[in-house]
């Protein structure tokens, strides 16, 4: 489902700040040689993360589900001097790639990029985080947000990619939802019914949920 018409799709991302070199890079490497390139932000949510990054300057960025590294490097650029990004992912086979991106960019002390699942990685990480991007299966996006709330300061905001999931947040069927579908709707559902933080479902792109621990 396209929540908004492609034509104001279009006109947004045009009057969108232009991607750097390595980000451009980046999107034409993953679109044209890696598996499920609909996955990766891009453009237009990459620079809405790079301002919010930017607007914030987080002491320490967490990220769930790095895949090509795109939207790491957008939040990473909002990092302060001493700064730093902790991106996880559970896919090997993208690490030579992502390591080189990184480098190429000059991130390599900015961003610990961990491979592991992100369930057993994250109960071993200190923080506190000031922002965390979630963007991995969303089957645990649930268990994420518990494992990492009491890891996040008070003024600390969480954001939680594709809340909408194509629309399919909207099925009225119960034999047609699917377990992320309805892993999602749980989420949604937590988070607006817990009181140590404020949301607003942003129908940016497949959906964002930005919560702020209050
Ligand atoms: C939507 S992609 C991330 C896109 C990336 N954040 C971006 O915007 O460019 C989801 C990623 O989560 C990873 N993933 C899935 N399950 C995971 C898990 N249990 N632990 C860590 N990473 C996981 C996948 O390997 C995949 O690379």
Redesign the pocket.
């Known amino acids: 489902m396209e929540f908004t018409d492609p034509e104001l799709v279009d006109y947004c991302e045009k009057h969108t700040t232009e991607e750097d070199a390595l980000l451009k890079k980046?999107t034409r490497i993953?679109e044209t040689r890696i598996l499920?390139p609909r996955?990766?932000?891009?453009h237009f949510?990459?620079k809405f993360?790079e301002l919010l990054s930017k607007m914030l300057r987080p002491r320490q960025i967490l990220?769930?589900?790095?895949?090509?590294?795109?939207?790491?490097i957008?939040l990473a650029k909002g990092l302060p001097a001493e700064g730093k990004l902790t991106?996880?992912?559970?896919?090997d086979e993208?690490e030579t790639m992502v390591r080189g991106f990184f480098s190429e960019g000059g991130y390599t002390d900015k961003i610990d990029y961990i491979l592991?699942?992100?369930?057993e990685?994250l109960p071993t990480l200190k923080g506190p985080f000031d922002l965390v991007?979630i963007?991995?299966?969303k089957i645990?996006y649930s268990n994420y947000f518990d494992l990492l709330i009491d890891k996040v300061p008070s003024g600390g905001i969480i954001l939680a990619?594709?809340v909408l999931w194509s629309g399919k947040i909207l099925l009225r069927d119960g034999k047609k939802i699917d377990k992320d579908t309805r892993a999602l709707l749980a989420f949604n559902q937590k988070i607006q019914e817990d009181s140590r933080v404020e949301n607003v479902l942003l129908p940016i792109r497949d959906g964002m949920m930005m919560v702020r621990k209050i």
């Open positions: 980046i993953t499920m996955m990766i932000s891009g949510q990459g993360l990220e769930l589900g790095t895949y090509t590294g795109y939207s790491a957008c991106t996880i992912d559970i896919n993208l592991g699942n992100a369930i990685i991007f963007d991995a299966d645990n990619d594709n």
